[in-house]
């Protein structure tokens, strides 16, 4: 079946960048998001990139996608303290009947 | 304020004992879905519902029980709650297909059951 994979964990320096990474195995994906979930509270939508775009930038979130590779990548500039959370990579494929299948999330680290 | 609002945010109940998460959304999305979160495993379909009376099972359907009677709400039933079904609840909406605007979560409903 369809699967979403995530590395674990992430630790960075205030004000460094911080890159988190996600492949998938299904080739028809339409939309990929990416979602933040900080301790305690649900999970909030950061971005998303369509299936036939390349890169997409939001201040200072910069999404890569890389269909060949079926791989995805969120880069957040200028990491602060306030960016410590669980980052969610979730797929929205188009035989899945519109379920969105996530990657079991990033626990990101930012220290002073 | 576009929302999905659920309740309760905490339930403590003992194994058995029949109880009921509410779940609404005032977006007038079609698509609506229970997902649960564990430690280790991250986000899990439990149900969705497409439209009004029209639902299905996700990846992991045993225990839970859903309808869909309104557009607005999607209530998940625990008819026989057991320990294994301890964890963290979302309800999630959107329209068809996603788009832009991604699933729009609640915010989320600790169940333990003891």
């Known amino acids: 079946g369809e699967d979403v994979e995530q590395s674990l964990f992430l630790s960075v320096r205030e004000g460094d960048s911080s890159v988190i990474n996600c492949t998938y195995t299904?080739?028809?994906?339409?939309?990929l998001y990416w979602y933040k979930q900080e301790p305690g509270a649900g999970l909030q939508l950061l971005t998303y990139?369509?299936?036939?775009?390349d890169m997409k930038q939001d201040q200072r979130l910069t999404v890569l996608l890389n269909k060949k590779d079926k791989h995805l990548s969120l880069r957040i500039a200028d990491t602060q303290t306030g960016d410590s959370a669980i980052y969610f990579c979730?797929?929205?494929?188009?035989?899945?009947?519109?379920?969105?299948?996530f990657g079991k999330g990033t626990s990101l680290l930012v220290t002073p | 304020e576009a929302q999905v609002t659920q309740n309760p945010r905490y339930l403590i109940t003992v194994t058995g004992k029949k109880l009921t998460v509410t779940c609404s959304q005032n977006?007038?999305?079609?698509?609506m879905s229970w997902y649960r979160q564990d430690p280790g495993l991250g986000l899990r379909q439990i149900y969705y519902?497409?439209?009004?009376?029209?639902?299905d099972k996700g990846d992991v359907p045993e225990g839970y029980k859903v309808s869909r009677k309104e557009k607005r709400n999607f209530p998940l039933i625990l008819e026989s709650p057991s320990p294994n079904q301890t964890s963290l609840y979302f309800c999630?909406?959107?329209?068809?297909?996603?788009?832009?605007?991604?699933?729009?979560f609640g915010s989320g409903t600790r169940l333990t059951v003891v």
């Open positions: 990139i369509f299936s036939n775009m």
């Open positions: 979730a797929v929205l494929w188009a035989n899945s009947g519109y379920a969105l299948n």
């Open positions: 519902s497409m439209n009004v009376e029209v639902t």
């Open positions: 999630a909406s959107s329209s068809l297909g996603g788009g832009e605007g991604g699933y729009t």
């Open positions: 299904d080739s028809s994906s339409t939309y």
């Open positions: 977006m007038n999305h079609e698509y």
